[in-house]
């Protein structure tokens, strides 16, 4: 099959620019790129649920979950790690409450304050219970307007100190474009390799993926894209900023056998 050049797409595109079939055309190829790089929201269809279910191969015991908003994910991994404990993070006071009504227990304690780079307050806007996982440092100019409250910030390196953990088997991170700020409050484990392996979101407009591969990769982790079916592990490419898909995760490259089950394609 002949693919037309670049260029010959262009003059044919921009002679018929305003038809209906062209019009038609730049939707049908928008569509496609979503659904072909952002898996969606749904733990059971976008991935989430799969990576879940290798990992019980690697004894994860100590999980961190932080924006971990009203426990959908939290909860799945209790589900997947009787053995393990998590320690969940959730800033907004109503969401927290909720968080511990629902999943508190022997395994998992909530913690209402947030984790970043520095220690101190900050201004955080809710967005209500209807869209609390959008609550963030970062203003949604795109959703309902929300209303300011401040929340108390705090290090994740010393509140693991704090916990007793040496080690983080799991981090997942959710923070609505502040995950990079939230991972560098962790440097200094991530940087002794006391942090095996690191889910996070990558939102557009907060900071560039180049960012994460800049600060992961020199600390021995190699980062993949989740897909329904599969991680896909690779270096940077300046083309993977041009669409923002949610979930990725960032694996030690000592973790061979790990990160193979991972990327093998699932049925």
């Known amino acids: 099959m002949r693919i037309l050049s670049t260029e010959t797409l262009q003059r044919i595109v921009q002679r018929y620019h305003g038809s209906r079939v062209v019009k038609f055309g730049a939707r049908l190829a928008r569509a496609y790129t979503e659904a072909y790089e952002h898996a969606g929201y749904d733990l059971a269809g976008n991935g989430e649920a799969r990576v879940l279910r290798i990992l019980q191969s690697a004894d994860l015991r100590v999980i961190y979950d932080v924006g971990a908003n009203a426990g959908d994910w939290a909860a799945a991994a209790l589900h997947c790690y009787p053995g393990a404990r998590i320690e969940a993070f959730e800033p907004i006071p109503e969401t927290a409450a909720l968080l511990h009504t629902r999943l508190a227990s022997a395994r998992l304690r909530v913690h209402a304050f947030a984790l970043g780079r ?10 209500g219970a209807d869209q609390s996982f959008l609550s963030s440092g970062i203003y949604h100019s795109h959703v309902v307007p929300g209303h300011a409250i401040n ?15 040496a ?9 609505e474009g502040m995950d990079l700020d939230v991972l560098a409050g962790f440097e200094p484990l991530l940087r002794d390799g006391l942090v095996r392996i690191i889910q996070f979101e990558h939102e557009c407009g907060a900071h560039r993926l180049r960012e994460f ?6 600390f021995g982790y190699v980062m993949g894209k989740i897909h329904a079916r599969r991680v896909a592990f690779g270096p940077y490419h300046p083309a993977d900023e041009r669409y923002a898909g949610p979930n990725y995760l960032a694996v030690r490259a000592t973790e061979l056998k790990l990160i193979n089950l991972l990327a093998r394609s699932s049925p």
């Open 167 to 175: 080690r983080i088997d799991l981090l997942k991170c959710d923070a």
């Open 213 to 218: 591969h800049d600060f992961l990769n020199p």
């Open 118 to 127: 520095k220690e101190g307050e900050m201004t955080f806007t809710h967005y």
């Open 151 to 165: 929340v108390q910030v705090k290090r994740g390196d010393l509140v693991a100190a704090a916990l007793g953990d």
